[in-house]
């Protein structure tokens, strides 16, 4: 059986780019497992926000989370919710996993100096070895992730193979389910995002969908199609090609275009929202399953780790 992992920052409300690029195929893959892992990754979340205001909201923001996934599908029965900074096991094996890559390797990643305001922290340039410290630890053998972090892949990957090449430690090597593009904003932006302020959040009511559904652009910054992009990202494949063409040709009027995105989003967002609404509510279910959830964890990243110490030859025990 296999045992997906998908990792996504406490860092506010979940949107539509964070549904489609990494949740909706984690829930896909989870439906194929007994076991499945999500990180509540908090430690990346400090990497680029390390300042007392995001931390402190950490507690909080990681139960709306939990809440925010249930909702979406993620099933309590199958998945493991932890939070990083819970699993000291896990920034060992980061620390770990550190000295075997080079500066070099990480320095290409797309965009991170930008995405930590042009002040990157170490923590941003390490930011794939944490994922793959995440990936390692569990022995996941699928990793659903967003098509921005994709080629963070290829860093885990190279660690496995400089473990098994060098020192013998054979670990799994894990699949990686890419998610859908980055989704673009409705102002279109190149990218949704909440910062802008130009994402559809997954916790939001029927009203607001509408409402900020109508303010759709309807191409953007590098030329896509946005109607068309939203409705292929919710799996309306035949929907996103007529329109694309509709709104090229001219047959197609760009609010007739909004409303058929509309559709697409009050069937599978609007549930959502009411959904995280009630969990919301269930705080002690939450933090229960963050708890259970790292009490696992622990146990299988300890196993990892002493795995590590012995296969590089720090320790005999």
Aim: contains cysteine.
């Amino acid at each position: 059986m296999s045992r997906p992992i998908t990792s996504i920052p406490p860092s506010g409300p979940l949107h539509l780019g964070h549904y489609c690029g990494a949740l909706a195929p984690f829930v896909a893959l989870q439906s194929e497992s007994r076991t499945a892992f999500l990180a509540v990754a908090d430690l990346h979340l400090m990497a680029p926000r390390a300042i007392r205001a995001a931390t402190a909201a950490v507690p909080d923001s990681a139960a709306i989370l939990v809440a925010e996934c249930l909702a979406a599908g993620v099933d309590a029965d199958r998945c493991v919710f932890y939070r990083q900074s819970d699993v000291p096991e896990l920034a060992l094996i980061n620390g770990l996993l550190h000295n075997l890559v080079t500066v070099e390797e990480l320095l290409p990643q797309r965009g991170y100096a930008r995405r930590a305001g042009g002040r990157p922290s170490l923590g941003m340039l390490g930011w794939p070895v944490l994922e793959a410290a995440d990936i390692i630890g569990t022995s996941a053998t699928h990793v659903a992730i967003g098509a921005g972090n994709a080629r963070h892949m290829e860093i885990c990957y190279g660690l496995l193979t400089r473990l098994r090449d060098e020192w013998g430690i054979d670990l799994p090597v894990p699949a990686a389910t890419v998610g859908a593009v980055d989704l673009p904003g409705l102002d279109g932006a190149r990218k949704m995002s909440r910062s802008r302020g130009n994402c559809l959040l997954l916790g939001a009511d029927e009203p607001a969908l509408r409402a900020r559904v109508h303010t759709m652009a309807i191409r953007s910054e590098d030329g896509r199609s946005v109607p068309a992009a939203y409705l292929a990202a919710l799996g309306h494949t035949a929907e996103a090609d007529r329109v694309a063409r509709g709104l090229t040709d001219g047959t197609m009027r760009p609010d007739e275009a909004r409303e058929l995105v509309l559709a697409a989003v009050l069937t599978h967002i609007a549930p959502i929202g009411r959904r995280a609404g009630e969990l919301a509510d269930e705080r002690s279910k939450l933090d229960g399953l963050l708890a259970a959830g790292t009490e696992r964890v622990r146990d299988l990243t300890d196993s990892t780790l002493r795995r590590l110490r012995r296969g590089l030859g720090l320790t005999r025990a």
